[in-house]
């Protein structure tokens, strides 16, 4: 079963404009990552984030998380057509010693 | 080249067939794994290997069998394939560096689309 839950499962939005993608998970983390997939395309890592921080920065994009919520939030800021692509979250489960990922959120950057 | 590599990148075979996947790093991770994709579904982990003597069962390991043959190789095997098993099949790498970082991240490689009619 998938630890982590995204919403939305696609999202469209006009270029300039942020993004919001949001996790939720179900179990107690080492650290919450976001990957984004070109389409057919293998994975990138984009950012990580400890379950010790609530946010953390990487260029445009801002990371939360709530571990009292069990959840984490990804915000893609100016967002530009290079951004389509498909965002996942993965858990870092404590005890399990492999990534868990959630099913995608699909963005769409419209020129 | 690379980080990590996967051929073949698309293939379609006929049910009943053997298919091979392979998986090569230059990464020197000692930790590899196969996922599979499948729309809508996200990614699910088939196997795991910590090191050429460890191989773990994931998730969805029914019908898939795996090989280690030395740190940098990791190929998956479907004995007799089946048309549910078409699928994007990914390979992936880390460092295993938990004690420093508690991280697993995992580098990819670009996929296997495998088509079974």
């Known amino acids: 079963s998938q630890q982590g839950e995204e919403d939305p499962q696609a999202l469209s939005i006009q270029e300039g404009e942020n993004a919001t993608m949001n996790c939720s998970y179900k179990t107690s983390i080492n650290n919450l990552q976001w990957y984004r997939q070109n389409s057919g395309r293998g994975l990138v890592h984009l950012i990580l984030?400890?379950?010790?921080?609530r946010e953390k920065h990487s260029g445009r994009l801002r990371v939360t998380l709530d571990t009292s919520k069990k959840s984490s939030s990804l915000l893609i800021t100016a967002s530009r057509a290079a951004d389509t692509a498909s965002y996942f979250c993965?858990?870092?489960?404590?005890?399990?010693?492999?990534?868990?990922f959630g099913q995608g959120t699909r963005l769409t950057i419209n020129p | 080249d690379a980080d990590v590599t996967q051929t073949p990148r698309n293939r379609i075979t006929k049910t009943g067939k053997r298919i091979m996947l392979e998986c090569s790093q230059t990464?020197?991770?000692?930790?590899m794994y196969w996922y599979r994709q499948d729309p809508g579904l996200g990614l699910r982990l088939i196997y795991y290997s910590f090191d050429v003597k460890d191989i773990n069962k994931g998730e969805i390991s029914d019908g898939y069998s795996v090989s280690r043959q030395a740190q940098a190789k990791f190929s998956l095997s479907l004995e007799s394939a089946i048309p549910n098993q078409t699928a994007l099949y990914f390979c992936?790498?880390?460092?295993?560096?938990?004690?420093?970082?508690?991280?697993?991240?995992?580098?990819f490689g670009a996929g296997s689309r495998l088509t079974v009619l």
């Open positions: 993965a858990t870092d489960p404590r005890g399990a010693q492999k990534l868990v």
């Open positions: 992936a790498t880390d460092s295993g560096d938990r004690p420093a970082t508690g991280a697993n991240v995992l580098t």
């Open positions: 984030i400890r379950s010790n921080e």
């Open positions: 990464k020197g991770h000692d930790r």
